[in-house]
């Protein structure tokens, strides 16, 4: 199981959370990687943690004023990229793009959709990985994987239609680790998560809770 932290713009020590995943990370042996906002990259990434970008733009090098290179983000040291998260939503040309642009520059890339058919759209396009994600429970106290289980069985369903080989992730609220059990039971081979760890008094009890039971 993966555990794919996502910092989003929380106003979290992006150095404190990474420096407690990669220690439980290397304690559990479960694969943990933290994504923070663009401008910690490097710091976040100089703690040895898995780290990941929110987002790159689909443009190449050139007269792009304000995009996120994918060549910059892998050069900071990150090693993925979200694609197309719920609060970063992006047309299907342009999610495309940036896939084609995250595999140019190396990156993994993981392409968000809040659901089933979204999710087999964005299989096509051939991502590492694809998580289904409800916005209506991003950010709540409710886990997807007990609130609506049927959304994780069907995404895991419609990308394999499309391609068995990208993985399927699930997110939205998902904070503890019977929850992170119930979405493995449903399918998933990953989670993505935010408020769980970032909102965390102690992220670091967060984190090992989380993957307690794997
Ligand atoms: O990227 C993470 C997801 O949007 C889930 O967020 P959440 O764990 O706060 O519900």
């Not at 990370?25 to 040895?48: F, H, W």
């Not at 979200?82 to 992006?90: G, I, T, Y």
């Not at 994780?152 to 929850?179: K, L, M, Q, Y």
Request: proline share 5%.
């Amino acid at each position: 199981m993966f555990i794919l932290v996502n910092l989003k713009a929380y106003p979290c020590d992006p150095v404190e959370v990474a420096t407690a995943a990669r220690d439980v990370a290397e304690d559990s042996d479960v694969r943990i990687a933290v994504s923070p906002q663009a401008a910690d990259l490097r710091r976040v990434a100089d703690t040895g943690v898995e780290t990941w970008a929110q987002h790159v733009d689909p443009n190449d090098y050139g007269s792009h004023t304000g995009s996120t290179l994918a060549e910059a983000v892998a050069e900071a040291g990150a090693e993925g990229t979200l694609v197309n998260h719920s609060e970063k939503r992006m047309k299907l040309a342009d999610i495309d793009g940036s896939v084609r642009a995250a595999e140019r520059a190396g990156l993994e890339t993981c392409v968000c959709a809040n659901n089933p058919a979204q999710i087999g759209a964005v299989a096509a396009l051939g991502p590492d990985s694809v998580a289904v994600e409800p916005p209506e429970l991003i950010g709540g106290d409710d886990s997807v994987a007990s609130a609506d289980p049927d959304i994780v069985r069907d995404a895991v369903e419609a990308a394999a239609n499309v391609d068995e080989d990208v993985e399927v992730f699930c997110g939205a609220g998902i904070s503890t680790g019977d929850d992170v059990e119930a979405a493995g039971d449903l399918g998933a081979t990953g989670i993505l998560l935010a408020s769980g760890v970032a909102k965390a008094d102690d992220p670091r009890a967060a984190l090992e809770n989380l993957v307690e039971p794997l």
